[in-house]
């Protein structure tokens, strides 16, 4: 399977904590992709890192990306109620095919 | 709020039935996807057109019968359907879906099927 893994599979913060998760993946990339999925909801695109990129930051969020190690994280810091939700790493093989990962299911707790 | 639209947002259909899923949207993207998300599992891509044609299908069973009627529209057309097909269907689209594209993919809130 070219599915990613990420890990922990579940992170539970409480509110103004940073919370970091870990995408790992198999294959060369054209970029990797960070959504949030609210529980029964859509996909919220977050941000989009390319394979000749490092880091990257919006707002809050903070991405890195190592292709060397096929791996990418995801900071959010001051985290908020309201940043509850699975997040999932997406990498894109070159034909803007995503391949997600497993997820992440971070509760935050007020 | 996503500018990708879908109806229904729930579907309740028998085995025998034939339904359609749809989907909308008005930025101009000329790439537009199906994607299938069982419960608690990361989306799974199903098909892909880019400028109204398939482009990629994942080896879908052919109970998922997709159609692209202009660049702003995605069906889904379903028929004979098995309980295990349940899921939440999500269209999606971006700018292009040309190699190195790397373009931004949006989502809709997603179609709940429930097949009995």
């Known amino acids: 399977s070219q599915q990613g893994e990420e890990d922990p599979q579940a992170l539970s913060i409480q509110e103004g904590e940073n919370a970091t998760m870990n995408c790992s993946y198999k294959?060369?990339?054209?970029?990797l992709q960070w959504y949030r999925q609210n529980s029964g909801r859509g996909l919220v695109h977050l941000i989009l890192?390319?394979?000749?990129?490092r880091e990257k930051h919006s707002g809050r969020l903070r991405v890195t990306l190592d292709t060397s190690k096929k791996s990418s994280s995801l900071l959010i810091t001051a985290s908020r109620a309201a940043d509850t939700a699975s997040y999932f790493c997406?990498?894109?093989?070159?034909?803007?095919?995503?391949?997600f990962g497993t997820g992440t299911r971070l509760l935050v707790s007020p | 709020d996503t500018e990708v639209t879908q109806t229904p947002k729930h579907l309740v259909m028998g085995m025998t039935n034939k339904k359609s899923l749809k989907c909308e949207q008005h930025?101009?993207?000329?790439?537009m996807y199906w994607y299938k998300q069982k419960a608690k599992k990361p989306p799974e891509l199903m098909f892909v057109?880019?400028?109204?044609?398939l482009s990629i299908n994942e080896s879908v069973p052919s109970r998922f019968s997709p159609e692209c009627p202009n660049s702003s529209l995605l069906n889904l057309h379903l028929h004979a359907l098995q309980p295990e097909d349940s899921a939440l269907y999500l269209c999606?689209?971006?700018?292009?879906?040309?190699w190195g594209a790397g373009n931004t993919i949006y989502f809709g809130e997603g179609s709940w099927l429930t097949v009995v």
């Open positions: 294959t060369s990339i054209n970029n």
């Open positions: 057109y880019s400028y109204e044609k």
């Open positions: 930025m101009g993207h000329r790439a």
């Open positions: 997406a990498t894109d093989l070159g034909f803007q095919k995503l391949v």
């Open positions: 999606a689209s971006s700018q292009s879906s040309e």
């Open positions: 890192i390319r394979s000749n990129e």
